[in-house]
């Protein structure tokens, strides 16, 4: 098996939403077929969250509807689709619990409810282009990374804009609770901040701003959605560590995460996750960045 690195990554994926835009953007594809465990009896420690959702045999998951290729539900699916989806898929799998089955429910998680939603036991996992970061980690459980990106810029197809160089001054959409309004604030822009990507994607199409900016396989997807509109312009100017969050009540279940994550590295499930959603095009799958060691 060959893989692409660091860059060579980001280029790729860029390659593969790009071609996305020649079809449906919106991931109306099932994905992986994961089935179930069915070792649960006695696997995980009496008390653990991870005994407790087996117990239960349902759980609730946190992604995103508006990204298409990472977290995207239409209208009339009863499951969203993406990578970020499919990764989530294997962790519920892994307890023993059917992962398209009626004892998931995927909530709809904006960017900035991702932490409320966890400190409030409202989900029970969140995967929603989340990027690591320390201060997040104060908050709520992160493990990974699962995924590495890197944030660019969208505007429109007419645009002159070339990067976020030539935004310093000037109004730059992200959404509310991301990393991405902070970033384009400490490259010069004014961040205009916007409850979800789709809202901000629409400031860009009907002229209110001049840009949006988030991680790039995010803004590819949009694009794709507006080919004739819509552009990503730039090189990356930020690496996003994309991760899973969990209540910081729950330490042990980052232990859980890496270890599925491990298993998924090795096995081909990952690979076949990233191959269904973000490679749908046929460029080669990342190699799978390196897991953090779990806090103490």
Same mark, same amino acid.
């Given at each position: ?79 969203? *689709? @993406?990578?970020? +989806?499919? #990764? &989530? ?8 619990? =059917?992962?398209? %089955?009626?004892? $998931? ?43 590495? *990106? @890197?944030?660019? +810029?969208? #505007? &429109? ?8 160089? =030539?935004?310093? %001054?000037?109004? $730059? ?50 694009? &794709? ?72």
């Amino acid at each position: 098996m060959r893989f692409i690195r660091t860059k060579a990554v980001v280029a790729g994926l860029g390659l593969a939403l790009s071609l996305a835009a020649c079809g449906d953007a919106g991931g109306e594809e099932e994905g992986v077929e994961v089935d179930a465990a069915d070792d649960c009896d006695g696997k995980f420690e009496d008390g653990t969250r991870m005994a407790e959702l087996v117990e239960a045999g349902e759980i609730t998951v946190g992604v995103k509807y508006d990204q298409p290729g990472l977290g995207f539900k239409d209208a009339s699916a009863d499951i969203p *689709t @993406g990578f970020d +989806v499919e #990764v &989530a898929k294997l962790l519920v799998a892994d307890l023993c619990i =059917d992962p398209t %089955g009626d004892s $998931v429910t995927w909530e709809e998680t904006i960017s900035d409810n991702r932490e409320p939603f966890l400190e409030e036991g409202r989900v029970d996992l969140v995967l929603a282009t989340y990027s690591i970061t320390d201060e997040r980690r104060q908050i709520v459980g992160q493990a990974g990374p699962y995924f590495i *990106t @890197g944030q660019q +810029v969208l #505007v &429109a197809s007419d645009s002159d804009v070339e990067s976020i160089a =030539d935004l310093k %001054g000037e109004e $730059v959409c992200s959404v509310t609770g991301s990393t991405s309004l902070e970033n384009v604030e400490a490259e010069g822009a004014v961040g205009v901040p916007a409850d979800t990507y789709s809202d901000c994607a629409e400031d860009v199409l009907n002229g209110t701003v001049p840009a949006m900016s988030t991680d790039g396989a995010i803004l590819l997807g949009l694009a &794709a959605q507006n080919p004739d509109d819509l552009k990503v312009v730039g090189e990356e100017f930020s690496e996003e560590r994309i991760g899973v969050g969990y209540s910081i009540d729950t330490p042990e279940m980052c232990e859980w995460i890496n270890g599925v994550m491990t298993e998924a590295y090795e096995n081909g499930d990952w690979e076949a996750a990233f191959d269904a959603t973000l490679g749908e095009s046929g460029v080669e799958a990342p190699e799978p960045p390196a897991l953090d060691e779990c806090q103490a």
